[in-house]
Structure formats: C-alpha cells, structure tokens
C-alpha cells in the first residue's frame, strides 16, 4: 500500500471555503483522501490544492472564481485507486475517461453550474482533445497540470499552499 502524506494546512480564506466547504464535507469528496494520485500526494489534497490555486487566478483575473474551486474540488472525483484500476472490457484507459467519470459521480451529489461541468470534462486536454469552452475551464486546466508536475517531482514542503501561491503568484506576475 502506498504511503500518502497527511493533507497539508488548509488555506485560510473565507472566500475559498465559502463556495467550496458543502463539497468539502461531503463524505464522497473526503474518501478520496484514501486514493493515491501523484508521489504521495492523495486524490483530496491534490483537487484541493487544483481548486485553490484555481480559485486564486480566476479572483485576481475578475473570471467565477467560485466555479473554478469548486470545479476544481471536483475534478477528479473518479473515487478509485487509478494505479491499480482494471478497465472494464470496452472501457478506456483512465488518463481518457476519468473526467467523465468524474463529472457522473459529481453529478451525482451535487448541483452544478454549466461552468462546473466544463471545468471537470475538459481538464485532461490536451490529452482528450475538446478544450475546455470557459476560460475557468483553461485555468483549472493548466493549474492541474502545474499542481500534477510538483506533486510528482517536488518535496513535499513545495506543495504548502502558500509555497504554491508564491509561485503560482510569481508566474502569473511574469517575473
Ligand atoms: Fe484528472
Ligand atoms: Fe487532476
């Protein structure tokens, strides 16, 4: 089994947990601390560091801010171990289809916003080729893919919330 490190301190921000603390609580978004997604991040810790960095660049950017936490809380609720899933017979290879499966399982407890939906189905481009339609749909893209790469070579302080907005803040600055 593999070892996952406990969930690093949570942002504290209003704002953040206002849109996103339902979901947080949710007893569906909180098992997914028991699957392995990068290194030895879990599933959780990764959508909540996707979401947060997400949340901050659609705020700062005047873009639904609250769409893309809580998209990006979700975006990756496939609710299963991927290193070790099986495909069933006919089913595609998870990097393909887990937003879809993502997206039915969010469904599944939750209310949600066109721009919701867009930011789960099309997280994977460029990978499954339709990019997302919003551009809350593009930022969660992208942040998912820069949170991925810290989570898989990085120490794990790097992967701090703030040390992620230092970054992400120094990026989006351009310096
Ligand atoms: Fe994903
Ligand atoms: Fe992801």
Redesign the pocket.
Known sequence: MRRLRPLPPLPRDDGFWDAVGPLWRHPAVQSMARYP?HGEASCLS??LA?AYLSYRCCLRRGLDARAAARGGLL??LFLYDWHTYRPARGEGLHGFTHPRRALENARRYFALTPVEEDVILR?MWPLTPRLPATAEGRVVTMV?KY??LLETFRRPASLEPGALLLRWGVLLAGK
Do not use: A, E, F, R
Request: glycine fraction near 0%; charged fraction near 20%.
């Open positions: 997604q990764h959508c996707v975006h990756d997280h998912d949170v991925s």
